[in-house]
Structures are given as structure tokens and as C-alpha cells.
């Protein structure tokens, strides 16, 4: 028995590439894209980890200050906590490329430390969706109350790297502030699976002559039959009857191009350049560096300041990334970049060797040319490598004193 009062809206396939020529797919208008969905996008996905990895596997040092200057201080408790291990079932490297995941995709990521006293006893990672706070209505006096897992925590215990904050708690991330390209990507992808599924050449059947109901009831079913996911039947035609495979329609062509376009958008919103996910020279790399790994360095760098160390401690200990491998770009850039720093008096011997993580051999000599003639801004007298002599300009003299 048919119900005449059940009606249902079918698109056509020239709609629906059409829709999503626009960046709008059927069944899909105004979908909340979720983190799950945006990271099954390959180009998010990999721009994320390699972000995240980047920052999570570098070096974290931390340097006292003396009258001399800044010198590494190795014996720090703390330095275990962000470099080895934090605590809570979790590696210091797996903390941080959380953390930095949950900033990139969310616009915050969190990490609660633990204390007993003074002491720092772990470094806690707290997923984003197990946070909650509230903020005061004063603007110039602002206080807020969080909680984790409904239970209240002090505030300045929360080690927390935001985006786009303007409560220095809750940010804008790539999810939030990206929701129209995800929908067109999500939708693009989802087009190609279901016109793919099938594993069938799209086209048209032909006939010479005038099909009765019952052969095109028939010719329906066996295409039915083949053209579902997983089907290996063959369909043979009877004489009469030609397949002609369809060519791509403009909206088609339109959304391959779109595709190049928005994982573009994606790698731009990143900071990285559009080729590399394809292979990158060094220039690029380094580019991707300074714009998309170098600011959340400072920021982390920050918040570890901010965070682990006593008030008391601020002013002579400080945490730094170290960031030199991330220049090591290939040997001969490097080697050019030490020949350069030798000869112009830069670097000694050793320190280039400490580059290299090779042994030192005691050479902390600094290359001086003797044909140079070097002026002392402070007691204003020219010494002469070549010569040992000391002349003081304006004076006449023949002296041999090489002090300056």
C-alpha cells in the first residue's frame, strides 16, 4: 500500500555538484564541524603534528644570571619534569605536543601543575573539554574560577597557552575559525567517496531502438546491481545497447581546482608554505620555521616562565627552547655558515665543534687576520696583529706592547 502522503525531495546530481562547486552540500547546511572530522583531513592533520612534533621535541635549558651573564644551570629538578618525564602516565615530549594540538585546533591548551609546597611534584595534562571557568563582570579587575573534572583548582596553577583570548583563559582556534572551509572540504570529500564507492566509470547507456518496460526494468536492475560498492558482476549488453562514458562537467573541473585552493587556505592558516606537503627546499623550511614554529616557542617559553618558576626565582632563573637544530637545514649550508663565523672571528674552533655535538680539543682561539688593523672605541688606540705594536693616533711611537 503506497503512502501518497509521504513526500521525498531527491536532488539531482547536477545539484549536488553544484552545491558543492559552492561550498555547500545537501544534508550538510550549517554542520558544526567537530575536531574529529577536521583532523581526518589529511593537510590538517599533518600540519598540526608537524607543528605540534616540531615544539614538543626540542630542548628545553634553563639559565641563571650572574654578574658575567646568563650561564645553563644543569641540576634543576624542574628540567626532568619538561624534558623527560612529567608525571600522570605521561612523557614531558607527549605533554607538550598535546598541549600545543589542543592551541592549534581549539585556541587553548592546558596543563595543570601539581605541588606540594614550593615543589613541583608533575605537569598534569587537561583535555579542553574537561575545563570549565567562570569570569567576573569587571573588566579592569578580572577574576576567574576554574575547574577541572567539576572540581575547583587554583588558578595560577593552570599552565594554559590560548589564541585569540580576550580572558586569558578561552581562545579561538582553527576549528572555530574556520567552519565554512571545513564544511566545503568535508562535503568535497564526501562527494568523491560516494561517486567513487562504486569503483564504476560514470556515463550513459545507449539504444538504437525503443526499449519495452519489461527490458528497461531489467536494464535498470542489473545497473543497480553494479553499481554498488563492492560489486565485481559484469553487465553484458545486449547488441543495440553502447555505454559512452560521460566527461567531466565544468562544476566537476571547478571542484578539483577548489580542492588545491582550500588545502592551500589550510597550510596559509598554519603558517607553512603551499608545497610542503610535496617536498620543500630549505628556504621554505626556514620560512616555515620563523612564521609557524618560532612564535608558539615564545609562547611556550613563556608560559613555563610563568608557571614553574617561584615568584622569587623570576628575576635570576629563566627557562629557554633551545632552537638550534631546527637551523641544522643540510651539511654544506651549515659548514659555509661556520667558515663564514670563523673567519670573521665570530666562533672558535670549539664552539663550532660543540655544534656539532663533536669532542672539543681545547682550541678556544678566536681567528684573527693579520692584515687587519683593529681600533680599541675605549682607550682609543690601533692595534696591529701583524706587528704587535699599540699606536695611539696622533702619537708617535714604536712600542711592541700588545696591551690594550
Known amino acids: 500500500m503506497f503512502d501518497w502522503f509521504k513526500t521525498e525531495k531527491r536532488l539531482s546530481d547536477n545539484e549536488i555538484i553544484a552545491d558543492i562547486a559552492e561550498g555547500i552540500a545537501p544534508g550538510t547546511r550549517s554542520e558544526i564541524i567537530t ?15 608537524w607543528i605540534a612534533s616540531t615544539i614538543a621535541g626540542l630542548p628545553i635549558k634553563m639559565y641563571r644570571k650572574t654578574e658575567s651573564g646568563y650561564v645553563e644551570v644543569y641540576d634543576d629538578y624542574r628540567l626532568k619534569l619538561v624534558n623527560e618525564f612529567s608525571g600522570n602516565c605521561m612523557t614531558a615530549n607527549d605533554l607538550k605536543r598535546f598541549v600545543l594540538t589542543d592551541l592549534l585546533l581549539d585556541g587553548n591548551g592546558y596543563a595543570y601543575v601539581v605541588k606540594r609546597g614550593n615543589t613541583i611534584e608533575k605537569l598534569s595534562y587537561i583535555p579542553t573539554s574537561r575545563l570549565t571557568y567562570t569570569e567576573s563582570v569587571d573588566s579592569i579587575n578580572k577574576t576567574v574560577r576554574t575547574w577541572v573534572d567539576a572540581a575547583e583548582v587554583p588558578e595560577y596553577n593552570l599552565l594554559r597557552l590560548v589564541k585569540n583570548s580576550k580572558n586569558g583563559l578561552s581562545g579561538i582556534g582553527f576549528i572555530s575559525d574556520n567552519q565554512d572551509l571545513l564544511n566545503t572540504i568535508i ?12 569503483g564504476v566509470q560514470r556515463g550513459f547507456l545507449k539504444s ?36 559512452e562514458a560521460a566527461s567531466n562537467t ?7 581546482q577548489n580542492k588545491v585552493a582550500n588545502i592551500n587556505q589550510i597550510l596559509t592558516y598554519f603558517g607553512l608554505p603551499t608545497n610542503f606537503l610535496t617536498g620543500t627546499n630549505s628556504d621554505a623550511y626556514l620560512t616555515a620555521v620563523r612564521i609557524a614554529i618560532l612564535p608558539l616557542v615564545k609562547q611556550l617559553t613563556t608560559a613555563l616562565n610563568e608557571y614553574l618558576l617561584l615568584e622569587s626565582e623570576k628575576d635570576s632563573l629563566k ?11 643540510n651539511i654544506n649550508e651549515r659548514m659555509q655558515a661556520y ?51 699599540v699606536v695611539k693616533p696622533g702619537e708617535e711611537t714604536n712600542s711592541m706592547d700588545t696591551k690594550m
Open 339 to 389: 667558515a663564514t663565523g670563523l673567519s670573521a672571528g665570530v666562533f672558535t674552533i670549539d664552539e663550532v665543534r660543540a655544534f656539532e655535538q663533536l669532542p672539543t680539543l681545547g682550541l678556544p682561539y678566536v681567528k684573527l687576520g693579520l692584515g687587519d688593523v683593529l681600533y680599541h672605541t675605549d682607550n682609543n688606540t690601533i692595534f696591529v696583529p701583524n706587528t704587535g705594536a
Open 187 to 198: 562535503s568535497s570529500l564526501a562527494y568523491e567517496r560516494n561517486t567513487l564507492s562504486t
Open 35 to 49: 575536531r574529529q572530522q577536521a583532523m581526518s583531513i589529511p593537510a590538517v592533520s599533518k600540519s598540526v603534528d
Open 250 to 256: 565544468a562544476a566537476e573541473s571547478q571542484l578539483s
Open 319 to 329: 627557562f629557554v627552547i633551545d632552537t638550534t637544530e631546527l637551523i641544522r637545514v
Open 208 to 243: 538504437k531502438t525503443k526499449l519495452d518496460e519489461p527490458r528497461m526494468k531489467e536494464l535498470r536492475r542489473a545497473w543497480r546491481r553494479l553499481t554498488q560498492p563492492n560489486q565485481s558482476d559484469v553487465l553484458v549488453l545486449n547488441a543495440g545497447i553502447e555505454f
